[in-house]
């Protein structure tokens, strides 16, 4: 689903698109889903849309 939400905004500029995914994530994932989504992050790593990636990440700095 986060690579869904990614391909919305692949018309966006990427650093825009990122935050998109970001802040998608953050309001409407419950927090559970989040953490599951962050914990499963490396073995998803190949199937991840890259701005889905990056999204990751940054979910992953803010959470920590």
Known sequence: MVNQIADFFDAYPEPEAISGVTEH???????????????????LEDSLHPVARRALAELAEMAS
């Not at 994530?25 to 073995?43: I, T, V, Y």
């Open 25 to 43: 994530l953050r309001k409407f994932w419950d927090p559970a889903m989040r953490r599951q989504l962050l914990n499963a992050r490396e073995s």
